[in-house]
């Protein structure tokens, strides 16, 4: 169950309007990807076309190098961005209901569920209708109902919107075992630091075109310009007038600058020492936020 | 999983969440008491022989003829009777019968001697029989599917309103999730009459109408396969209408046509009944034919053929209706910004698998 799930060259139009152009990227088995993208990028849509909602204009989307078929999309877990399940029945009805529907027995269907809803903390209330919970318990029913079926493959659009602390915590786990079994699992979310807490892999996407995709720390090095932090004893002025510097941020003892690309950052260090005691000098990563504005630029 | 055994399940549940419905319980009841009490009552009420006041020497014609006599001593004696309320009805000298303000028949009858009747249409039905037959049939068709249609079209807008309906479609056919609805639709509303109709016709029996049961029991043999194909028409129009709503509030707006296709039918038959020509063309026509086609049989207007090809034709419609429908649901089902138009959702519609 090691299969990559692939995007090649897809492209969606509604009406006019296109929202993707030649979208392609991959989600490798066990790995969690994470999908960034402003509002309107075009992040829903593709998760669509992924899940067989919608129908991509051109491209397509592959398993383990094969065409997906309604069948194998069966087997994936999907979570849309807009949660709705019926009001009007228990949640274990429900996501039995919906584990029927994605090929279970009845009798796999109904066990699978009591494990699920006691993972997600929902065990007591499994057989209240589901209006009558919490909208933080509605969530973790749809976490629930995503999961029921032991998905190959889960897509999950901002699966970690309207949740508390605590829920966050239960579906981050969740989506670990999940990644860890060997599942590629796809999310979006607009809470960036989320994302950079929980993904292997980052997609980014901007105006339909993936501006970005890699994991982690390959996007980090490639998005680098050479930044550094320094802190000393005193004024950390004068690091502005030192050949090559630019100056990011400048607070009393503390400074962070950039280098050319290829430049040394030692004699920064040097000069540093040679005024007075040096507390920190260190390499600064950027920030995924910071990745995020660059690329989509 | 095919598409038969989704279109299963997804019947099943909206049986199962019908039958937890209190809405639903308390109609179907309802309209079983009505049942009972409009074939039991009737006969009570007109039931039961007049009972007359006569002096002596008029009341052995009307013993003879089974009606309850109360001896009263003189004609003035007799009327007061009447007059108080103690009798339906008085013979006096003449003879003559009294009443407050309605002949009794009974009473009539058997003073008189009635000529020999030779029936020469014999299929020919009493006229009251008649006009309440045609009005129960298209009653019954009219609320079953106009009751049933609406349930469609709003577990149509639940799902696209709490937007489960994604979920859905990534995980069954389209298609299986409209026959699922038509056919959780069409098991219980056919159901729903069959239940109504064993009540009626033990009411009937209970009330000694057994005769207008044996005329019924062929127009009601015609009216199964009419009705059932005549509500796939409709749900299926019910449940495109549904889609192209994205709000429960919605769904008197986009229901107007279904509604018309409804309530114009029923009128038709209830006001035209007794025009021949119209009820020949009304029988053919898709939407009628369901309530006229039986009628027609009931009243002995139609050859043994008619409805055969009648069938044929709701049949043709019925499947024509259908395919249009799940175009237009596949068309406006993932659409949930607001109403869509019945001609987006015709010309757009996802070339999903």
């Known amino acids: 169950m090691t299969r990559t799930l692939r995007l090649d060259g897809v492209d969606r139009s509604f009406g006019d309007r296109q ?200 996007l980090r090095d490639s998005y680098t310009v050479p930044r550094f932090e320094l802190v000393v004893e005193h004024d950390a002025g004068w690091v502005r007038d030192h050949p090559g510097v630019t100056v990011v941020e400048l607070d009393g003892a503390r400074v962070v600058f950039d280098l050319p690309a290829g430049t040394d950052e030692q004699p920064v260090l040097r000069a540093a020492l040679a005024r007075g005691p040096v507390r920190a000098f260190r390499p600064v990563s950027p920030s995924l936020t910071e990745i995020f504005r660059e690329v989509t630029q | 999983m095919n598409v038969t055994q989704a279109t299963r399940l997804i019947a099943e549940r909206e049986i199962r969440v019908k039958l937890r419905d209190r809405t639903f319980l308390f109609g179907t009841l309802f309209f079983l008491l009505i049942a009972a009490a409009g074939t039991i009552l009737p006969p009570l009420f007109s039931g039961g022989p007049s009972t007359v006041a006569a002096t002596e020497s008029l009341a052995a014609p009307l013993r003879a003829a089974g009606l309850e006599v109360r001896v009263v001593p003189d004609d003035r004696a007799a009327e007061q009777s009447v007059r108080d309320d103690d009798v339906d009805a008085a013979v006096v000298t003449g003879p003559a019968v009294l009443a407050m303000d309605d002949a009794p028949d009974d009473v009539v009858k058997a003073l008189s001697t009635q000529p020999t009747v030779r029936l020469l249409d014999p299929d020919a039905v009493d006229p009251v029989v008649a006009f309440l037959v045609p009005f129960v049939f298209a009653f019954v068709f009219f609320i079953t599917s106009q009751t049933f249609g609406v349930q469609i079209a709003q577990s149509v807008i639940e799902e696209k309103q709490t937007r489960i309906v994604e979920i859905l479609v990534a995980a069954v056919p389209v298609r299986a999730l409209l026959a699922g609805k038509v056919v959780a639709g069409a098991i219980l509303a056919f159901a729903q009459i069959a239940l109504i109709a064993v009540v009626a016709v033990i009411g009937l029996q209970i009330g000694d109408s057994g005769g207008l049961l044996s005329l019924l029991a062929p127009a009601i043999g015609w009216f199964v396969p009419f009705f059932l194909i005549g509500f796939v028409l409709l749900a299926a129009m019910w449940a495109a209408a549904g889609a192209l709503a994205n709000r429960q509030e919605d769904i008197a707006a986009v229901s107007t046509p279904v509604q018309f296709a409804v309530m114009l039918p029923f009128f038709a038959v209830i006001f035209l009944n007794d025009n021949a020509t119209a009820m020949r063309v009304l029988s053919y026509l898709p939407f009628s034919s369901p309530t006229a086609m039986p009628l027609r049989l009931f009243t002995g207007d139609a050859a043994g053929w008619e409805p055969i090809v009648s069938l044929v034709v709701l049949v043709l419609a019925a499947g024509a209706f259908l395919l249009a429908g799940a175009r237009v649901y596949e068309g406006s089902l993932l659409r949930t910004n607001g109403r869509t138009s019945l001609r987006t959702a015709w010309r757009e519609r996802e070339t999903i698998g």
């Open chain 1, 19 to 218: 929202v993707l152009r030649n979208v392609s990227f991959e989600v490798s088995a066990g790995r969690m990807t994470g999908f960034v993208g402003a509002n309107g990028a075009g992040k829903t849509t593709t998760m669509r076309i992924i899940l067989g909602v919608l129908a991509p204009d051109a491209g397509e989307v592959t398993w383990g190098g094969t065409t997906l078929t309604r069948q194998d999309r069966r087997s994936f877990g999907y979570m849309p961005e807009e949660r709705g399940l019926y009001p009007k029945m228990t949640t274990r009805e429900q996501v039995t209901y919906l584990g029927r529907l994605h090929g279970l027995d009845a009798a796999a269907a109904r066990r699978s569920t009591d494990a699920l809803l006691d993972r997600v903390g929902l065990g007591e209330r499994g057989d209240d209708l589901l209006e009558t919970l919490s909208l933080g318990n509605q969530q973790r029913a749809q976490i629930a109902a995503a999961l029921v079926h032991d998905p190959e493959v889960l897509v999950l659009d901002e699966p970690f919107s309207g949740l508390d602390p605590l829920a966050v915590e239960t579906v981050v786990a969740v989506l670990r075992e999940r990644a860890s079994a060997g599942a590629p699992v796809l999310f979006s979310s607009h809470q960036l630091d989320v994302v950079e807490r929980l993904c292997d892999d980052l997609v980014i996407i901007g105006d339909g075109v993936i501006r970005a995709a890699g994991s982690r720390q390959q």
